[in-house]
Antibody, heavy 127, light 106 residues
Framework: EVQLVESGGGLVQPGGSLRLSCAAS????????MDWVRQAPGKGLEWLGR??????????EYAASVKGRFTISRDDSESSLYLQMDSLKTEDTAVYYC??????????????????WGQGTTVTVSS | DIQMTQSPSSLSASVGDRVTITCRAS??????LNWYQQKPGKAPKFLIY???SLQSGVPSRFSGSGSGTDFTLTISGLQPEDFATYYCQQSYNNVWTFGQGTKVEI
């Protein structure tokens, strides 16, 4: 069974740090780009960033709202994705999802989409 | 960043209805547009990619169309399990963005 399981969420004070983990199973993790997406209470989905695969040098992308504060990394040997969150703000309170990207189409027209989602882990930033 | 705007924000419908949700991009995104469904307390589910291609296993009552800046998601013959929030999302550039969501309720 293809599965993503997030962990590491919890309560943290403003200005603090937290590291989320995502354990993947049931597929070849190293073949896929991986993203993080969050959802604040009662709000919509917000894309946070991406870690590409080894073929693409593990390069990363970030949303402007988290760039410079959040760092995405991956360990293919452990089939794991990470989100290091520093300088946390109250507005970072959300459910954080680990997401797998899959690709469809033929070169040069590839289409990427988030086809597998974890169950989410909750981060609360509050004093 | 490319802004994605969905309309309406919510709609009321009945089982069997045909429902259409619109998504507009702030610039042309060709057909790099995905749709997701989310039910309360659950992770989103992937429905459609490339604006109109149905993900495997998604019922054929779901369809998508559009190109450039204007896109639609249509549910033909709404079923009880379709009551949820739907999000569009652009994959045109390296920084992805979602629409604000459309809640389909009874």
């Amino acid at each position: 069974e293809v599965q993503l399981v997030e962990s590491g969420g919890g309560l943290v004070q403003p200005g603090g740090s937290l590291r989320l983990s995502c354990a993947a199973s049931g597929f070849t993790f190293s073949d896929h780009y991986m993203d993080w997406v969050r959802q604040a209470p009662g709000k919509g989905l917000e894309w946070l960033g991406r870690a590409r695969d080894k073929v693409h040098s593990y390069t990363t992308e970030y949303a402007a709202s988290v760039k410079g504060r959040f760092t995405i990394s991956r360990d293919d040997s452990e089939s794991s994705l990470y989100l290091q969150m520093d300088s946390l703000k109250t507005e970072d309170t959300a459910v954080y999802y680990c997401v797998r990207l899959s690709r469809a189409g033929s070169p040069p027209y590839y289409y990427y989409a988030m086809d597998v989602w974890g169950q989410g882990t909750t981060v609360t930033v509050s004093s | 960043d490319i802004q994605m705007t969905q309309s309406p924000s919510s709609l009321s419908a009945s089982v069997g209805d045909r429902v259409t949700i619109t998504c507009r991009a702030s610039q042309s995104i060709s057909n790099y547009l995905n749709w997701y469904q989310q039910k309360p307390g659950k992770a989103p589910k992937f429905l459609i990619y490339a604006a109109s291609s149905l993900q495997s296993g998604v019922p054929s009552r779901f369809s998508g169309s559009g190109s450039g800046t204007d896109f639609t998601l249509t549910i033909s013959g709404l079923q009880p399990e379709d009551f949820a929030t739907y999000y569009c999302q652009q994959s045109y550039n390296n920084v992805w963005t979602f629409g604000q969501g459309t809640k389909v309720e009874i």
